[in-house]
């Protein structure tokens, strides 16, 4: 929660309010966590032993999907404390690899044409949106899924001691100091639970294995639901910054940046990509606490 703070500090909702399309890119990215929650329960119906899972077990493995660290932690202590270890390794390791993972998926799914579209220039977004927003996003959240109500309760904090301009010592000690402490905190934390007879196991394998489907479909669903928007949409979306619908802040912009300028040298797509980017943070929250509610 405190990590979500530091984020909420760090975070700059005005792409996102200025083009309110992208949240459907964020919340099409967190098909992996769901495709791979029905995948983990398929491959327990086989019986494959040592790659059974519970429904629990399954849910907190198919966060990982939403490349958000903080988030499959706390799914995963309240699920399934004894798989924290691989999830939390899985979930970072594959939050890391962003920029060997997602380009091959984007280039596969779209074309020369499609990387090179040029997008429209953002409208400026005013303070009073960005602070109105992070407030009416965490009332919503607390009347219609309790369970998320932490987490999005944090983000929306840390985004308005940024937002309201009046506590920069607050706001500056969140994104920076406090969430270096913690992150080394929880880094010792989870390596305490690595112990060998818990973490070399085939179940740990079927861990990384699902953490990888559940990424790339993530990706996938994203790219390909911006290829759909453009079906009906007058102004087009580059497909690209569909990737940066998974949550790894600011990572998968960045790819999504890098792969646009490969095929258009003028074609700057990183502030739009912030757009899905945070959607994505906001799904894999609204995902968790889907999953807590008819799981845990």
């Known amino acids: 929660l405190l990590i979500f703070l530091g984020v909420g500090a760090m975070t700059d909702f005005g792409p996102m309010l200025a083009n309110p399309k992208t949240l459907l890119l964020g919340a099409a990215a967190q098909f992996g966590i769901f495709g791979t929650l029905m995948g983990a329960l398929a491959l327990t119906a086989l019986g494959i032993p040592g790659l059974e899972f519970t429904l629990k077990e399954a849910a907190s493995i198919a966060i990982i999907g939403g490349a958000d660290g903080p988030t499959s932690i706390f799914v995963t202590s309240k699920l399934a404390p004894h798989l924290l270890g691989p999830i939390a390794v899985a979930a970072y390791a594959y939050m890391a690899l962003v920029p060997l993972i997602q380009p091959p998926i984007m280039r596969a799914l779209t074309t020369k044409e499609e990387r ?3 997008m429209q220039q953002l409208r400026p977004v005013g ?19 309790p369970d998320a109500a932490p987490l999005i309760g ?24 406090l969430i270096n402490i913690v992150t080394i905190f929880l880094g010792l934390t989870v390596g305490s639970k690595l112990s060998a007879d818990s973490f070399l196991q085939l179940k740990t394998l079927g ?9 790339c479909a993530g990706t ?6 911006a290829k759909l928007m453009n079906l009906f949409s007058k102004n087009k979306i580059n497909p690209l910054i569909g990737s940066a619908g998974v949550s790894a802040v600011p990572m998968a912009a960045r ?3 890098k792969v646009g300028l490969e095929a258009n040298p003028q074609n700057f797509l990183l502030m739009h990509a912030m757009g899905p980017n945070v959607a994505g943070v906001i799904g894999s929250a609204v995902a968790a606490g889907v999953l807590l509610s008819f799981v845990g």
């Open 154 to 177: 944090m983000f929306a904090l840390g985004n308005l001691l940024r937002e309201a301009g009046v506590v920069e010592r607050l706001a500056d000690t969140s994104r920076n100091a």
């Open 255 to 257: 790819v999504s940046n």
């Open 220 to 225: 996938a669903a994203g790219v390909l639901m």
């Open 116 to 118: 090179g579209i040029v």
């Open 127 to 145: 303070q009073a949106e960005k602070i109105i927003f992070p407030i009416v996003l965490c009332l919503l959240i607390g009347m219609l899924l």
């Open 207 to 215: 861990i990384l294995s699902l953490g990888m489907v559940a990424f």
